[in-house]
């Protein structure tokens, strides 16, 4: 039994979240893609099959050529999952401001005196 990867595990390699950045600007060959790399047009083939199977990209063929385009669909569940994370950073960091700012004033109302 072959078991698929999840969207998490494509995105944990740093060379396919950068074939998805490449690709979020505009739809490019394989070939075009393996260019931006220092590895064999077979390595960004296997990384490109990765985002396709877990459906980060979407695939067109154009006459003889495939493009590969980023399949925003499939980001925004991501982004969705990762939506109560970012409240929960933002409110820390909201605290963390507030500390900083009482430590500040009070440190500017002792010099002052």
Known sequence: MKTRRDVFQAIAD??????LTLIALQSLTPNAIAEQFDCSRQAVSKHIQI???????????????IYYQLNPTKMKEVSDWLAP??????DR???LDSVL????????GKSEN
């Open 14 to 19: 740093p060379t396919r979240r950068a074939i």
């Open 51 to 65: 985002l396709a199977e877990c459906q980060l990209v979407n695939q067109q063929t154009i006459g003889r050529e």
């Open 85 to 90: 994370f970012q409240k929960l950073w933002e």
């Open 93 to 95: 960091y909201d605290r």
């Open 101 to 108: 700012n009482n430590l500040k004033n009070k440190t500017n």
